[in-house]
């Protein structure tokens, strides 16, 4: 099966082809940095992140974008609360965007372009556009002639009779600065200069970009003029990206996107997430709260939701996922936990248990259902169907090892197994490392026959308490003595 993705611009799922064989050109629209990171920014950017990775583990080289809006009307309104500046705000935001997003597992991007670092690109698209009359000067404002661009609302499939001045929330449709527009729905490419505001030179007079023209600007810098994939929130689609798209088609008479990509919002006990209703939750708060989750639970959280529905958070549903994310986590671990009881040469070496060094089975039944699942717009909920059907299996067979030494199921059999979930988890971006409870390390086998026959010797001498303590000691090491008939010990680890 080919990978299909849902395009927002044509409204069906269409089998993926890049610009350029092996290599996926992909933006995805970053944070405003004026605050901590949120749960709907956290579903965002794993699920950009799971779409990378498939990529990824497709063959495709993917160069992954994001960028990072550091001027902004909310991040100067912060700063004036603080008494600081936009430097200081957008600067401390973005080391704390780094600290909670890696904490979900989420791949660093290529690159990070900030808008204040693409100024001089801002002004030549500006500048381009007047020249062709698809954008007016005023006032010191700039802003962008949408009744120019006939094919305005073809995202986000709104006409221009339907749409609401300032439904960014960006700026202030009462604004007096409106009255500078030729037409109500226009919008700002440049804004003249405010006292106390930071501002740069323009052929306009000074002043800084308007939100939307950023991102047109960061893509053409870093990516070129036409992507494979743009992605961002659903609530993007109206009005940034199809103010994108009117900016930089009309400037380079090219498409912007092949494919766009939007992902469903969180709402919180059926409610959408806003600070007003006081049910705001922060990626930090979440993960720092005293019976916090596992990180992984709430990357698993937001992969069991298909990424283009609603997404609900509340404290069962986050409860089931860190209660499922247990299950699998047990399966992840199984190699370390018991390869060593059933004959696996190599969990002492440097590179067991690393995805990168293991080699599945592409024909496997797992593979392909995987596949089946991830090819049909990323559906991750088909997808971890396959991946806790494997760990469960897992799981049966440790409690098998555990209560008995040993397994009828061939060793290789569940080498495969086990490779193959720790390599289609990764894909998921989901990962489990063994602490020392879990590592089949410490004594090695000779070490073990010693004292069991250190053991046995303390027996035929009555000295019991002795045997006693060598079975104590080695369980707490993770070994577990099983006595048989006719004097024989057998072991496993545990």
Partial sequence: MTLTLYNTLTRRKQPFTSLEPGLVKMYCCGVTVYDYCHLGHARSYIVWDTVRRYLMWSGYQVRYVQNFTDIDDKILNRAREEGSTMEIVADRNIVTYFEDIRRLNVLDAVEYPRATEHISEIQQIIKSLIEQDYAYAAGGDVYYRVQRFPSYGKLSGRHLDQMQAGASGRVDPEDPEGNRKQYPFDFALWKAAKPGEPAWDSPWGPGRPGWHIEC?????????????????????????????????????????????????????????????????????QLLDAPQAPDPMAIRLFVLQAHYR?????????????????????????????????????????????????????????????????????INSPAALAVLFELAKDLRREGNIITHEGKTATDPQDLRQQWQTLVVLAQVLGLEAKPDAADADQGLDDAAIQDLIGQRQAAKKAKNFAEADRIREDLKAQGIVLVDKPGGVTEWHRG
């Fill in 216 to 284: 047109s600007a960061m893509i053409r810098a870093r990516l070129g003029e036409t992507i494979d994939i743009h992605t961002g929130g659903g609530d993007l689609v109206f009005p940034h990206h199809e103010n994108e798209i009117a900016q930089s088609e009309a400037a380079t008479h090219r498409v912007l996107a092949n494919f766009w990509l939007h992902n469903g919002m969180v709402n919180v006990g059926g409610e959408k997430m806003s600070k007003s209703l006081g049910n705001f939750t922060t990626i930090r």
């Fill in 309 to 377: 529905k609603p997404l609900d958070f509340t404290d069962e549903s986050i409860a089931s996922a860190q209660n499922s994310w247990e299950t699998l986590k047990e399966g992840l671990l199984f190699g370390y936990k018991y390869g060593g009881a059933i004959g696996w040469t190599d969990t002492e070496d440097q590179s067991f248990g690393q995805a990168d060094s293991m080699r599945i089975s592409p024909d496997s039944e797992a593979v392909q259902k995987f596949k089946e699942g991830m090819d049909d717009d």
